[in-house]
């Protein structure tokens, strides 16, 4: 298992979990030579190789809080990154962001087709639930409530509900309070799961644990989106692994382009620290956790 002890530089502990997941990964999906082997061939080539694995990252370190149990955390962080992968895949495809770039290299739709695409979401959000499901470690009650949790947080009421929104959205004058609803949804609801799926590995959460948690992963959420408004303002497409500029040139609203620069540059910072503020219940035992808020807000890409 990963190192998630205070011991380790935070960059070295961080490598650790991101191995460990793509290892684990690898192992949760499809073998490339199985039939359908361009369905499977597809997924991987989503999957592996790339990404930051932010929620993972959240996943372990917020498991580190209550010494949660290895092959779950594996399993969460997995699931997790196999609903987020999905639903890149399906963001750029031409009805939806139509992008021709992701983490990189050509998305899904360009290397494949749309249906392989298509189905690629599909089958992702599939073995995700498969993944989380099929572990025997915990609790089986605790099991189902993780399973509702990631459930809640991928459907209308969540990631899908945002990504509704956003589309709808198109070339209207959103309120901010309108725009931080929607990316609560679209961004930060995947997030939040992540924070207290990683919890919820080691034990079940008193109401205080709880609401900390809450606090904490609302704020990394929409400093998240912030950043990421930040960079699609400021970065170019080789630094961002994908293209840059596109909100802006889609009129889609976005902080910056609400809030402005600057006052977007300073919204970030204050979520930083309202996330290491809902951490105190949690003393330096959370360190790995405010380290990834440190991290969510001065990323570059």
Known sequence: ???????????AWMAGVQAEVEDALSDFLPAAHLVPTKLHEAM????LGGGKRVRPLLVYASGALFGADSQALARAACA???IHAYSLVHDDMPCMDNDELRRGKPTVHVAYDEATALLVGDALQAQAFEVLASNDTLPANR???????LAEAAGSGGMCGGQAIDLDSVGIALSLEQLERMHQLKTGAL????????ALCGKDLSATELEALKAYSK??????????????ATADSATLGKTAGKDAADNKPTYVSILGLEQSKELAQQLRRDAHDALAPFGEQA?????L?????????
């Open 1 to 11: 298992m990963a190192d998630t002890t205070e011991a380790l530089p935070f960059a």
């Open 287 to 291: 360190l790995r956790l405010r380290e």
């Open 191 to 198: 997030l939040r799961a992540s924070v207290l799926l990683g």
């Open 143 to 149: 099991q189902v409530a993780m399973l509702r949790l």
């Open 219 to 232: 704020a990394v959420g929409l400093a998240f989106q912030v950043v990421d408004d930040i960079l699609d």
């Open 293 to 301: 808020a440190d991290l969510i807000v001065q990323r570059k890409a």
């Open 80 to 82: 997790l990154e196999m």
């Open 44 to 47: 991987r080539y989503t999957v």
